[in-house]
């Protein structure tokens, strides 16, 4: 008999709105902005839960991250998705602070250099957002391109880690 993963979460106030945390037993699950479409991304959470630690663990993390004390994050994460989607989410975790990639750069470090559509698909639907860094990937022509958030968080995003200025 399995059982099904109970998925809590906790709304955060952020510099770029409301965030909607979501976490299991093994590790941070979502990170969502309020424009985040439903069933874009998944799990949304079953129970909403203030004190689960690994919430409070992500909420401190990003207070730091948005303070400027923090560059990369110390979680553990229960990505939800296809095998291609999660090794584009593990490649996004690569990416240094300050830095960014694009499409095609991601492509290949997954072994798939011909897939970068299917890899702006895939990070069209990272579950983890800012803390698996998918804002950090842009067009191959340094342009701002889709973002879940919308371009102007991303915008702000990149501004507060020093990648445009």
Same mark, same amino acid.
């Given at each position: 008999?399995?059982?099904? &993963?109970?998925?809590? /979460?906790?709304?955060?106030?952020?510099?770029?709105?409301?965030?909607?945390?979501?976490?299991?037993?093994?590790?941070? &699950?979502?990170? *969502?902005?309020?424009?985040?479409?439903?069933?874009?991304?998944?799990?949304? =959470?079953?129970?909403?839960? $203030?004190?689960?630690?690994?919430?409070?663990?992500?909420?401190?993390?990003?207070?730091?991250?948005?303070? =400027?004390?923090? !560059?990369?994050?110390?979680?553990?994460?229960? /990505?939800?998705?296809?095998? /291609?989607?999660?090794?584009? *989410?593990?490649?996004?975790?690569?990416?240094?602070?300050? !830095?960014?990639?694009?499409?095609?750069?991601? &492509?290949? !470090?997954? #072994?798939?250099?011909?897939?970068?559509?299917? $890899?702006?698909?895939?990070?069209?639907?990272?579950? $983890?957002?800012?803390? &698996?860094?998918?804002?950090?990937?842009?067009?191959?022509? #340094?342009?701002?391109?889709?973002?879940?958030?919308?371009?102007?968080?991303k915008e702000r995003l990149l501004r507060l880690e020093g990648s445009l200025t």
């Open positions: 008999m399995t059982t099904r &993963a109970e998925y809590v /979460f906790k709304t955060i106030d952020s510099p770029v709105g409301k965030l909607r945390l979501v976490a299991s037993n093994k590790g941070l &699950a979502g990170v *969502w902005f309020e424009r985040t479409k439903p069933g874009r991304v998944r799990p949304r =959470g079953d129970v909403e839960s $203030v004190r689960h630690p690994v919430l409070v663990k992500a909420e401190r993390q990003l207070g730091e991250y948005f303070a =400027g004390r923090r !560059q990369a994050f110390e979680l553990e994460l229960d /990505f939800i998705g296809t095998p /291609f989607q999660r090794s584009v *989410w593990k490649a996004l975790l690569t990416i240094p602070f300050g !830095q960014t990639r694009s499409y095609g750069e991601i &492509a290949k !470090q997954v #072994g798939r250099p011909s897939a970068s559509r299917a $890899v702006g698909a895939a990070n069209g639907r990272n579950p $983890v957002a800012i803390v &698996a860094p998918c804002h950090r990937v842009i067009g191959s022509t #340094g342009a701002l391109t889709g973002f879940g958030g919308g371009l102007d968080v």
